[in-house]
């Protein structure tokens, strides 16, 4: 654990003022430093975007302030907590001056170190209840800054929102009842590429960040002279910005002073609560931040009261990952969409002398009176901006985006459309591979746009296909059946397959080696104390306890596995309304190992050989992003598949040996690619499942076979690799029949 101040002696940190670009993120800090009460900032980038560099060049602004002597939880002398575990301190206490410290949280961090816990030892050895603070205390009236937040246990994270947002943390636990003052600086940073925050745990930050890295060369050119300026000489390189660093602490503590008395008008309240409703955020807590960041906005910008243009700034930064409904939407704001919310809101509220805003009958009516008023459209790389298409030219939308799309109503776009089970592109060698297309019932006289496009020119000889998911995107937000992995695991941080684990339920006593009063599981160690209190002289009530007794309760919860999805996309599985349902189905399960913090991969395999498409990452949304362009058509390499998962997993058990592998395998059991020259595809197929089982892993075969024809290819597949055996409907609890069916009819009607 580190605990790291910013004390004026130690060593130079670059300033906050040399930072190059990033507008938004500076100001976003700004205005949490300003007033706390804001709720942190969750900053989202790249690698190398400067971010934690922003963070701890904040800390040396913020100005230091005096504690109570000997206070373990830096008590103002001026204002003691009345409820401090050290106090209760008289008024006017000696104090001294402490610089704002910042506190690292590490990713490995345990709940005792966060909130602090009982200390076990003086508990036994000197019978008296004894509190250690955690990482909350040490972080009052500073900076609680934790890198790679997205990685942090979830657990731990609504700890610590939840005394970000009330200022004190209450511990109960292990017979301690403590509360304490615990107001500070919350910053959190991630690489959406490393996986999501669920959004629960977004919408607890008040305001949320995207940084990118500047593509303008003259601005890389700055980054990178001005870092190896503070490498070459850090303290010449600080000097030089002292002036700068001067200043802004010092409008810092002016709009610190300030910010009380900022006034919010009714009028100002309304256009917040508008936009709010406009934009459909769930709660209050969007209309509560960008109150109070506005207010801080105002404050640091010298203001008596907030405008609308405090709001629109902190409507840029409080909305964004709050308009996120499913794990597989991206957090994003238009910035022309907020100036839209809020010239309509102008108009619900009238003119400016308006004595009751309430007598506008027409909300939707025409624009505002001032048709100049600035546009504040933001600059910086956080402002809602639309990913680059330009990469994807030709490939299909991506599936589940935005779940008020248009669900599918422009031709093309529909992935069950009736009439659509005809031939699909599989390359003429396939000996007949694709042949079950035909078999599948069609309606006659549709004659929408095929579903599938053709994919650019590849090394196959343009047999690819490109799947687009169309209106199985729907399909990933219905409830999946659970799979995991039997047995009992190492405990990596999940909610799939159960587990040893630090938290959960006590199942057992273990031997001795309990070091914290959360691992000590008390009728035991009583049991294992008590023959011996004779012969250690009791005379009086209590029991004499040894080291040796503690015994250490084993608890039982649950982990994340590694989910790979090993999918056949070859000819006969290339029908457009069956690798809809396929793709649908993938969905749910990707949408399921988000939820129970899994990691994912996708093999695919078509043609002649099988295609690492997603590295294990715990990014599901990623994932999803690859399973869109999805390329079938082609012959049935099913063993090659086969044995490329297996070399996957074994490259991925070397690097995390604790977490383990659940392979679900959708295919319909065909074959038409031996592993080896004149080899029998089929046989060769089910010994490649052999070697999976051998290995002790877990497979979940989903038979996608379809048709009135079926061949029952799956089960002795699923049977060789010792796994279970699911078809595609009973893959949801809302069918993919019942999918289509209800598809089908929309249209029909």
Same mark, same amino acid.
């Given at each position: 654990m580190?605990?790291?101040?910013?004390?004026?002696?130690?060593?130079?940190?670059?300033?906050?003022?040399?930072?190059?670009?990033?507008?938004?993120?500076?100001?976003?800090? @700004?205005l949490?430093?300003?007033? &706390?009460?804001?709720?942190?900032?969750?900053?989202?980038?790249?690698?190398?975007?400067?971010k934690?560099?922003?963070?701890?060049? !904040?800390?040396?602004?913020?100005?230091?302030?005096?504690?109570?002597?000997?206070?373990?939880?830096?008590?103002? &002398?001026?204002?003691?907590?009345?409820?401090?575990?050290?106090?209760?301190?008289?008024? *006017?206490?000696?104090?001294?001056?402490? &610089?704002?410290?910042?506190?690292?949280?590490p990713?490995?961090?345990?709940?005792?170190?966060?909130?602090?816990? !009982?200390? @076990?030892?003086?508990?036994?050895?000197?019978?008296?209840?004894?509190?250690?603070?955690?990482?909350?205390?040490?972080? =009052?009236?500073?900076?609680?800054?934790?890198?790679?937040?997205?990685?942090?246990?979830?657990h731990?994270?609504?700890?610590?929102?939840?005394?970000?947002?009330?200022?004190?943390?209450?511990?109960?636990r292990?017979?301690?009842?403590?509360?304490?003052?615990?107001?500070?600086l919350? #910053?959190?940073?991630?690489?959406?590429?490393?996986?999501?925050? +669920?959004?629960?745990?977004?919408?607890?930050?008040?305001?949320?960040?995207?940084?990118?890295?500047?593509r303008?060369?003259?601005?890389?050119?700055?980054?990178?002279? +001005?870092?190896?300026?503070?490498?070459?000489?850090?303290?010449?390189?600080?000097?030089?910005?002292?002036?700068?660093?001067?200043?802004?602490a010092?409008? %810092?503590?002016?709009?610190?002073? =300030?910010?009380?008395?900022?006034?919010?008008?009714?009028?100002?309240?309304?256009?917040?609560?508008?936009?709010?409703?406009?934009?459909?955020?769930?709660?209050?807590?969007?209309?509560?931040?960008?109150?109070?960041?506005?207010?801080?906005? /105002?404050a640091?910008?010298?203001?008596?009261?907030?405008?609308?243009?405090?709001?629109?700034?902190?409507?840029?930064?409080?909305?964004?990952?709050?308009?996120?409904r499913?794990?597989?939407?991206?957090?994003?704001?238009?910035?022309?969409? @907020?100036d839209?919310?809020?010239?309509?809101?102008?108009? =619900?509220?009238?003119?400016?002398?308006?004595?009751?805003?309430?007598?506008?009958?027409?909300?939707?009516?025409?624009?505002?009176?001032?048709?100049?008023?600035?546009?504040? *459209? &933001?600059?910086?790389?956080?402002?809602?901006?639309?990913?680059?298409?330009?990469?994807?030219?030709?490939?299909? $939308?991506p599936?589940?985006?935005?779940?008020?799309?248009?669900?599918?109503? *422009?031709?093309?776009?529909?992935?069950?459309?009736?009439?659509?089970?005809s031939?699909?592109?599989?390359?003429?060698?396939?000996g007949?591979?694709?042949?079950?297309?035909?078999?599948?019932?069609?309606?006659?006289?549709?004659?929408?746009?095929?579903?599938?496009?053709?994919? $650019?020119?590849?090394?196959?000889?343009?047999?690819?296909?490109?799947?687009?998911?169309?209106?199985?995107?729907?399909?990933?937000?219905?409830?999946?059946?659970?799979?995991?992995?039997?047995?009992?695991?190492?405990?990596?941080?999940?909610?799939?397959?159960?587990?040893?684990?630090?938290?959960g339920?006590?199942?057992?006593?273990?031997?001795a080696?309990?070091?914290?009063?959360?691992?000590?599981?008390?009728? /035991?160690?009583?049991?294992?104390?008590?023959?011996?209190q004779?012969?250690?002289?009791?005379?009086?009530?209590?029991? !004499?306890?040894?080291?040796?007794? %503690?015994?250490?309760?084993?608890?039982?919860?649950?982990?994340?596995?590694?989910?790979?999805?090993?999918?056949?996309a070859?000819?006969?599985?290339?029908?457009?309304?069956?690798?809809?349902?396929?793709?649908?189905?993938?969905?749910?399960l990707l949408?399921?190992?988000?939820?129970?913090?899994?990691? #994912?991969? !996708?093999?695919?395999?078509r043609?002649?050989?099988?295609?690492?498409?997603?590295?294990?990452?715990?990014?599901?949304?990623?994932?999803?992003?690859?399973?869109?362009?999805?390329?079938?058509?082609?012959?049935?390499?099913?063993?090659g598949?086969?044995?490329?998962?297996?070399?996957?997993?074994?490259?991925?058990?070397?690097?995390?040996?604790?977490?383990?592998p659940?392979?679900?395998?959708?295919?319909?059991?065909?074959?038409?690619? /031996?592993?080896?020259?004149?080899?029998?595809?089929?046989?060769?197929?089910?010994?490649?499942?052999? %070697?999976?089982?051998?290995?002790?892993?877990?497979?979940? #075969?989903?038979?996608?076979?379809?048709?009135?024809?079926?061949?029952?290819?799956?089960?002795? %597949?699923?049977?060789?690799?010792?796994?279970?055996?699911?078809?595609?409907?009973e893959?949801?609890?809302?069918?993919?029949?019942?999918?289509?069916?209800?598809?089908?009819?929309?249209?029909?009607?």
């Open positions: 580190s605990t790291s101040t910013a004390p004026a002696a130690g060593p130079p940190r670059f300033p906050f003022s040399a930072v190059v670009g990033h507008d938004d993120l500076r100001l976003a800090l @700004l949490n430093a300003v007033h &706390p009460g804001v709720g942190g900032v969750l900053v989202r980038g790249e690698k190398g975007t400067a934690s560099t922003a963070v701890r060049a !904040l800390a040396a602004l913020l100005p230091s302030h005096a504690v109570v002597e000997a206070c373990r939880f830096g008590c103002d &002398p001026a204002a003691p907590d009345p409820s401090c575990p050290d106090g209760p301190h008289p008024a *006017g206490a000696a104090g001294g001056p402490r &610089p704002a410290r910042l506190v690292e949280l990713v490995g961090a345990t709940e005792d170190r966060l909130v602090g816990s !009982l200390d @076990l030892e003086k508990a036994l050895s000197e019978g008296r209840r004894a509190y250690q603070p955690g990482l909350l205390a040490d972080a =009052h009236r500073g900076v609680l800054y934790v890198d790679e937040v997205n990685l942090l246990h979830d731990l994270v609504d700890l610590l929102l939840d005394a970000a947002a009330m200022g004190r943390a209450h511990v109960e292990d017979g301690v009842s403590v509360s304490h003052a615990a107001r500070f919350l #910053v959190g940073t991630m690489n959406p590429e490393e996986g999501e925050l +669920r959004p629960q745990l977004l919408d607890r930050f008040g305001l949320t960040v995207e940084v990118r890295a500047s303008d060369v003259d601005t890389r050119v700055e980054v990178t002279r +001005r870092r190896m300026a503070f490498e070459d000489d850090p303290a010449g390189f600080v000097a030089r910005f002292a002036p700068d660093e001067t200043a802004t010092a409008r %810092l503590r002016a709009a610190q002073a =300030h910010v009380s008395a900022v006034a919010v008008s009714d009028r100002e309240l309304r256009r917040i609560a508008f936009v709010c409703a406009r934009f459909d955020v769930d709660g209050m807590r969007a209309d509560l931040v960008i109150t109070r960041a506005a207010a801080a906005h /105002a640091w910008e010298g203001r008596d009261a907030v405008t609308a243009d405090d709001v629109r700034v902190a409507a840029r930064l409080a909305l964004p990952h709050r308009r996120r499913d794990p597989f939407d991206e957090p994003g704001l238009d910035p022309a969409e @907020l839209r919310a809020l010239a309509d809101a102008e108009d =619900h509220l009238g003119p400016e002398d308006d004595p009751d805003p309430d007598d506008d009958p027409d909300p939707g009516g025409p624009g505002p009176d001032d048709p100049a008023e600035p546009q504040d *459209g &933001p600059d910086g790389p956080d402002a809602g901006e639309e990913p680059d298409d330009a990469d994807r030219t030709g490939d299909p $939308p599936a589940g985006g935005d779940p008020r799309g248009d669900g599918g109503t *422009g031709a093309g776009e529909g992935a069950e459309a009736p009439g659509s089970d031939t699909d592109g599989g390359d003429g060698g396939d007949g591979d694709g042949g079950d297309d035909a078999t599948d019932p069609a309606t006659p006289g549709d004659d929408r746009a095929p579903e599938t496009a053709e994919a $650019p020119a590849g090394g196959d000889g343009g047999d690819g296909r490109a799947v687009v998911v169309g209106d199985a995107a729907r399909l990933h937000r219905a409830t999946v059946r659970k799979f995991t992995v039997p047995g009992l695991g190492a405990g990596a941080p999940g909610r799939r397959s159960r587990a040893r684990t630090d938290a339920r006590v199942v057992r006593p273990s031997g080696g309990a070091t914290r009063a959360a691992d000590l599981h008390l009728p /035991a160690t009583v049991l294992a104390a008590a023959p011996h004779a012969g250690r002289g009791r005379r009086g009530p209590g029991l !004499l306890v040894h080291r040796d007794d %503690l015994r250490r309760a084993e608890r039982e919860g649950r982990e994340g596995n590694l989910v790979l999805f090993v999918v056949d070859s000819g006969s599985m290339a029908a457009r309304r069956r690798m809809t349902a396929v793709s649908g189905a993938v969905l749910g949408r399921d190992a988000y939820q129970r913090r899994d990691k #994912v991969g !996708l093999v695919t395999f043609a002649r050989e099988a295609e690492l498409a997603l590295p294990p990452t715990s990014s599901v949304p990623t994932a999803q992003q690859r399973l869109s362009r999805l390329r079938t058509g082609g012959r049935t390499p099913l063993a598949g086969l044995l490329k998962a297996r070399a996957v997993l074994d490259a991925e058990r070397r690097r995390d040996p604790r977490r383990r659940l392979v679900v395998l959708l295919t319909d059991g065909r074959a038409t690619v /031996a592993a080896r020259d004149g080899g029998d595809p089929v046989a060769d197929s089910r010994r490649a499942a052999g %070697l999976l089982a051998a290995d002790g892993v877990h497979t979940v #075969v989903v038979d996608c076979e379809a048709g009135h024809v079926r061949l029952g290819l799956a089960a002795p %597949l699923a049977a060789a690799a010792g796994g279970e055996l699911v078809t595609l409907d893959l949801t609890a809302d069918s993919v029949g019942d999918l289509v069916r209800e598809t089908r009819s929309a249209r029909a009607a």
